[in-house]
């Protein structure tokens, strides 16, 4: 994270969130947030095993089929959050994901 165009991307980041209203500090807090999350989604994202051309609909169905086989007694609230647990590979959670962490940066924005 400290070769040039990390340095780069950091930069942007810290300029955009100061030009927002955020705090410095704040802002290099929040910066790495971002970061971490957008980057984590990714790895996320390469590690799960799929063919190429999968489409969404396709990896959820998977998922979800993987989830059924989880033992009820043992995980009854995997077993019960089965169609959220199989989205978590969607564009929609990560912009869910995405939204509530902007929402938390928003709040550090001074008034």
């Given at each position: 994270?400290?070769?040039?165009?990390?340095?780069a991307?950091?930069?942007r980041?810290l300029?955009?969130?100061?030009?927002?209203?955020?705090?410095?500090?704040?802002?290099?807090?929040?910066?790495?947030l971002?970061?971490?999350?957008?980057?984590?989604?990714?790895?996320?994202?390469?590690?799960?095993?799929?063919?190429?051309?999968t489409?969404?609909?396709?990896?959820?169905?998977?998922?979800?089929?993987?989830?059924?086989?989880?033992?009820?007694?043992?995980?009854?609230?995997?077993?019960?959050q089965?169609?959220?647990?199989?989205?978590?590979?969607?564009?929609?959670?990560?912009?869910?994901?995405?939204?509530?962490?902007?929402?938390?940066?928003?709040?550090?924005?001074?008034?």
């Amino acid at each position: 994270m400290d070769g040039p165009n990390a340095l780069a991307l950091n930069e942007r980041l810290l300029a955009a969130l100061a030009d927002g209203g955020v705090a410095a500090a704040n802002a290099a807090r929040s910066a790495y947030l971002l970061i971490v999350y957008v980057l984590g989604a990714i790895a996320l994202e390469a590690a799960e095993p799929h063919e190429p051309g999968t489409t969404e609909a396709e990896r959820i169905a998977a998922r979800r089929d993987a989830f059924a086989a989880v033992p009820v007694e043992h995980y009854p609230r995997t077993a019960s959050q089965i169609d959220v647990l199989a989205a978590y590979v969607t564009t929609e959670q990560f912009s869910w994901g995405l939204d509530r962490v902007l929402d938390g940066i928003e709040r550090l924005i001074d008034p």
